[in-house]
T-cell receptor, first 117, second 113 residues
């Protein structure tokens, strides 16, 4: 069981370049999330998707866009990368029944380590 | 503003020691509190706590929640070097960002042989 799969694992970009981080889950979860993790800052929510076809901003959305391509896949795009976006990015998913969250934890991918020069 | 505070931020112990990690929270519409362990990669789920006073156990790890005083502790007995990790505490809210978790900054535990 793969769970949550993120690609790539590592990436180095130059300032101004664009890039899409990919995330896929095989647990049939409705809700998916993108976080960034920086030293001393914990995990902060960038965007989330409660269900296929919907996306919403989290705590730190500026400089990012997302696409919920289908139930399995949720991508994060940096249109014009900036050094402040150097971070480790985690995708997560969670089960949901209708409009109610199921009492189960979020499951995380292994992360993408992104450096922007 | 909703917040989750973990203490200490880092801790160094020797194998065989017992450690207690703390997590306090101020969150509206509390639903549950979760503990995760993060080594090199993905945070992995340890416990979910929803009710006060009921201890959850898994091997040498245990956790309990106090909803009156708004905190939780994670205990690890007879620590091993494999317990070295960052331990994350997170709170789930009713009506939050559709199931988003509010995370603390983590406690970095280092267990020396």
């Amino acid at each position: 069981n793969a769970g949550v799969t993120q690609t790539p694992k590592f990436q180095v970009l130059k300032t101004g370049q664009s890039m899409t981080l990919q995330c896929a889950q095989d647990m049939n979860h409705n809700s998916m999330y993108w976080y960034r993790q920086d030293p001393g800052m914990g995990l902060r929510l960038i965007y989330y998707s409660a269900s296929e076809g919907t996306t919403d901003k989290g705590e730190v959305p500026n400089g990012y866009n997302v696409s919920r391509l289908n139930k399995r896949e949720f991508s994060l795009r940096l249109e014009s990368a900036a050094p402040s976006q150097t971070s480790v990015y985690f995708c997560a998913s969670r089960a949901r029944q209708g409009t109610r969250m199921v009492h189960q934890p979020q499951h995380f991918g292994d992360g993408t380590r992104l450096s922007i020069l | 503003e909703d917040k989750v505070v973990q203490s200490p931020l880092s801790l160094v112990v020797h194998e065989g020691d017992t450690v207690t990690l703390n997590c306090s929270y101020e969150v509206t519409n509390f639903r549950s509190l979760l503990w995760y362990k993060q080594e090199k990669k993905a945070p992995t789920f340890l416990f979910m706590l929803t009710s006060s006073g009921i201890e959850k156990k898994s091997g040498r790890l245990s956790s309990i929640l106090d909803k009156k005083e708004l905190f939780s502790i994670l205990n690890i007995t007879a620590t091993q070097t494999g317990d070295s990790a960052v331990y994350l505490c997170a709170v789930d809210q009713y009506g939050g960002s559709q199931g988003n978790l509010i995370f603390g900054k983590g406690t970095k535990l280092s267990v020396k042989p």
